[in-house]
C-alpha cells in the first residue's frame, strides 16, 4: 500500500505542476478568467457616402450631355418597317450644322454646371 499511496502522491503533484504551467500560460496570453475582455463597440464596416443634390444633378448633366453629343451620330439610324437598322443618309447633317449644335451643346454644359454649382454654394449658408 505504500507504493499506491506514494503513486498516488505523484500523480497528484504531477497534475499540480502540469495545472500550474498550463494556467501561467494562460495568464501571459492575457485569456485567463477573462483579464483581457473587451466590450461591445460600434464597429463600422465602410464609410457612408453622403450623396447631395449637387452630386445627383453634376452626375445627371455628365450623362445628358454626352446623350447629346451622342446624338448627333445616332440620328441617322433608323429602323425600318421590317424592324431593321439603316443608315438614313438624308438625315445627316453638314458640318457646319454639326459645329453649330457641338457649339451649343458646349455653352449650355458650362452654363449648367456654373449655375448647379453657384446654386448649391449660396444655399448652405
Not at 6 to 25: C, D, E, G, P
Not at 94 to 104: A, C, P, S, V, Y
Request: net charge positive; proline share 1%.
Amino acid at each position: 500500500m505504500a507504493k499506491n499511496e506514494q503513486l498516488k502522491m505523484r500523480s497528484k503533484a504531477t497534475f499540480f505542476v502540469f495545472s500550474r504551467i498550463f494556467t501561467y500560460k494562460l495568464k501571459m496570453e492575457g485569456s485567463y478568467l477573462n483579464e483581457n475582455t473587451q466590450t461591445s463597440q460600434k464597429v463600422e464596416l465602410y464609410n457612408k457616402r453622403i450623396i447631395t443634390i449637387r452630386t445627383v444633378l453634376n452626375i445627371y448633366g455628365v450623362f445628358a450631355f454626352i446623350g447629346l453629343i451622342l446624338s448627333v451620330f445616332t440620328i441617322p439610324v433608323s429602323v425600318s418597317e421590317d424592324m431593321q437598322f439603316f443608315y438614313n443618309k438624308k438625315l445627316l447633317m453638314g458640318q457646319m450644322k454639326i459645329k453649330e449644335f457641338l457649339l451649343f451643346i458646349i455653352s449650355a454644359a458650362v452654363a449648367y454646371f456654373v449655375l448647379v454649382n453657384i446654386y448649391d454654394k449660396y444655399t448652405k449658408k
